[in-house]
């Protein structure tokens, strides 16, 4: 079974348009466990533009109350704090979410666009990594489709790679002439990773169009979604979009 871990990080966008708690995020990300979603997902950025420590927090709660639900913290471990926002590690070893996915994202970032390149980064980043797991926190990078980047997650201590999604979802949606060749390169990445020992992760820009063939990757065990399953859940209910996308992850 692929689980679903919704990202919450577009539902906390909307309520910081505005003054106050609403839409409230914490009551959001319960009505996606009740409408069967395995896990949830946020992504707290250093300018605080969606989630916030604070959410973090009682996400991390929600999640601990619910048997057998994950709660997965994604975030950059180098960005500089900004404002009152703690630091990624400070923030999961405080809160011990089940899952943190390191994302080399810089602060002046639109969203996610690459993977780590570990060839720069890996060094430093492998003592954050035995830290985490450390403290029992199962670590993911997320991770372009390259055989000899994963590898080096795995040589760095990783439990898993999150495949970035985003280059098959544009060409998906463009109907350009390479869809099979970047899935083709998603499925080998995802088998090298599991000859590895590594886990299988996947996400950004995944959608009710382009998850199906996502059935199909080698041994993927987890999604996150986030953008467009909220896009749907306007016209749809956010109950009924989870279980649209679950639905889609089963096959049914
Ligand atoms: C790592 C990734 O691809 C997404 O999880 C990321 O959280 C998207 O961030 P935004 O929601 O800020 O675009
Ligand atoms: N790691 C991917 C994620 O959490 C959500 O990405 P998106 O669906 O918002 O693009």
């Not at 969606?50 to 929600?62: M, Q, S, T, W, Y």
């Not at 601990?64 to 703690?86: H, Q, T, W």
């Not at 993911?140 to 790679?161: H, K, W, Y």
Request: charged fraction near 25%.
């Amino acid at each position: 079974m692929i689980a679903l871990s919704v990202n919450l990080n577009k539902i906390a966008l909307i309520r910081n348009s505005r003054e106050g708690s609403y839409p409230d995020v914490v009551a959001h990300g319960r009505l996606c466990l009740d409408a069967g979603a395995q896990g949830l997902t946020v992504h707290p950025r250093p300018d605080q533009r969606h989630i916030r420590p604070g959410d973090v927090r009682e996400l991390a709660e929600l999640c601990r109350s619910r048997e057998g639900i994950e709660f997965n913290v994604e975030g950059n471990p180098f960005a500089e704090p900004l404002k009152d926002y703690p630091g990624l590690i400070p923030l999961v070893l405080e809160t011990r979410p089940d899952q943190c996915t390191l994302v080399p994202d810089s602060n002046d970032q639109l969203t996610s666009d690459h993977g780590f390149d570990l060839k720069r980064d890996g060094a430093r980043l492998k003592p954050i990594i035995a830290e985490l797991k450390a403290a029992k926190v199962r670590v993911s990078l997320f991770m372009d489709s390259d055989l000899e980047q994963i590898t080096l997650a795995g040589d760095v201590g990783a439990d898993r790679i999150e495949l970035y999604t985003g280059p098959y979802a544009e060409a998906v949606a463009r109907q350009s002439g390479d869809i099979d060749a970047i899935f083709t390169a998603h499925s080998a990445a995802a088998e090298h990773a599991r000859q590895l020992g590594l886990g299988v992760n996947a996400g950004h820009d995944l959608n009710l169009i382009n998850l199906p063939r996502y059935r199909t990757l080698p041994g993927l065990q987890e999604v996150s979604i986030g953008h467009a399953l909220t896009v749907d859940a306007i016209s749809m209910g956010l109950d009924n979009a989870v279980t649209a996308y679950l639905n889609c992850l089963s096959g049914n």
